[in-house]
């Protein structure tokens, strides 16, 4: 494309501009040709309607193009992790009671004996997916999206019924690694993303030396074909037994996740990694 000297491969954000630019610089000048013959005030209120014209046709499709540009930004964000509706699926039933643990609400407690090494619960993200009687649960990266909208959910000015809900998304969800194939429960290196799954294995509360269940070992994975999210008894658990998981299994150790929790009032999960983590003023 081709005006006044200007050459340029034409992208489509480019043509609007050379076009615009073009439409522009011809209108310019074609207006000063007129101005000459007219008379100087008719002529001055004339140019002044150009111009006011010209400001808000440029102002318009500059914001046009910057919402364009935002688009095309935004897409790409998304498409280096995305936001993915996975299954995920309980293989045990359990009882879901006041925990024997004070002061930490209600627990999962199992129905039945289940051996060392069996699987509980599992989720799958990929192109086939499990059968119909798993539930939809979802991945959502932790990008700086995510970052952005909870730094603005745990300012009080800001709080309404839907940062209260998703609030308790927060309280709902765990952060793993994104790839559930080829991370570790334990990878914090790789890129996160929050796992929100509603079964009742969410009911599982956190424990140390008694924890029960944890994330499979590669060995584990190897021979079940899980993902590394998966949850996995690691001790014999008698019928009635509260069942535990270490939640410093998990990715919950980001100093930015910590400091919203502490600010959303999520105590006890801050300070579970008050060790690992200094204190971050938003
Ligand atoms: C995924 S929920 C577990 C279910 C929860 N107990 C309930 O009643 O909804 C995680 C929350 O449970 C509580 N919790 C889990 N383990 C705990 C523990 N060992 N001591 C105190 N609170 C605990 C914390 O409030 C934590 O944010």
Not at 83 to 89: E, I, L, P, S, V
């Amino acid at each position: 494309m081709v005006c006044n000297g200007i050459k340029r491969a034409p992208s489509k954000a480019t043509v609007h501009s050379l076009a615009l630019y073009c439409l522009l610089i011809k209108k310019d000048q074609g207006d000063r040709r007129l101005m000459r013959s007219v008379h100087p005030r008719q002529g001055c209120s004339k140019r002044g309607l150009a111009w006011a014209i010209l400001f808000v046709v440029v102002g318009v499709t500059s914001l046009y193009l910057w919402s364009l540009e935002l688009e095309r930004g935004g897409k790409a964000a998304a498409r280096e992790t995305d936001f993915r509706t996975c299954r995920c699926k309980a293989f045990i039933s359990v009882d879901i009671k006041k925990s024997r643990i004070p002061g930490a609400g209600k627990g999962a407690f199992a129905k039945e004996n289940i051996s060392a090494g069996t699987l509980l619960w599992d989720i799958k993200c990929d192109a086939i997916l499990a059968e119909d009687d798993w539930e939809p649960c979802w991945m959502i990266p932790y990008d700086d999206i995510t970052r952005k909208l909870l730094y603005s959910l745990a300012l009080p000015a800001s709080k309404t019924p839907v940062s209260d809900f998703l609030v308790l998304l927060l309280l709902w969800s765990t952060l793993e690694g994104c790839d559930l194939v080829n991370d570790s429960c334990r990878d914090t290196k790789k890129k996160q993303c929050f796992l929100i799954s509603f079964g009742p294995l969410n009911y599982i509360n956190h424990g140390k030396e008694d924890a029960n269940v944890a994330c499979p070992s590669d060995a584990m994975r190897f021979q079940h074909h899980v993902s590394a999210a998966a949850l996995v008894a690691i001790k014999n658990i008698t019928a009635g037994d509260e069942i535990l998981q270490n939640y410093q299994d998990y990715h919950e150790t980001d100093p930015f996740l910590n400091s919203i929790k502490r600010k959303l009032g999520f105590e006890f999960e801050a300070n579970l990694n008050d060790d690992l983590n200094p204190k971050l003023d938003l």
